[in-house]
Nanobody
């Protein structure tokens, strides 16, 4: 079955960096659009960034210029590089996959077929 497993979260000071990974199995990773979402304590889940199967990317305004999404199809792995972290970036970060060689930039939860369980990022001030 399809599995998405996030890793790389942790505690970091404001201004620091982290790299999140999402290891995918049970699917033809190279044909899937992938995305990152996050949910802060007491808030709704929100879109962070997406990458199409062909490598086009789009990020939310709140993280543009600080976070970078990328993928390594040879390793079946999705990445999110988080730089210049702020306390308001504290959240559980989830990766998600959408099948079908989708070339659209997907920003809504219901556009994704599979989800990981998340990894916690905590940014201290």
């Amino acid at each position: 079955q399809v599995q998405l497993v996030e890793s790389g979260g942790g505690l970091v000071q404001a201004g620091g960096s982290l790299r999140l990974s999402c290891a995918a199995s049970g699917l033809t990773f190279s044909s899937y659009a992938m995305g990152w979402f996050r949910q802060a304590p007491g808030k709704q889940q929100e879109f962070v960034a997406t990458i199409t199967w062909s490598g086009s990317t789009y990020s939310a305004d709140s993280v543009k210029g600080r976070f970078t999404i990328s993928r390594d199809n040879a390793k079946n792995t999705l990445y999110l590089q988080l730089n210049s972290l702020k306390p308001e970036d504290t959240a559980i970060y989830y990766c998600a996959a959408a099948g079908g060689y989708n070339s659209r930039l997907l920003t809504r939860r219901n556009e994704y077929d599979y989800w990981g369980k998340g990894t916690l990022v905590t940014v201290s001030s």
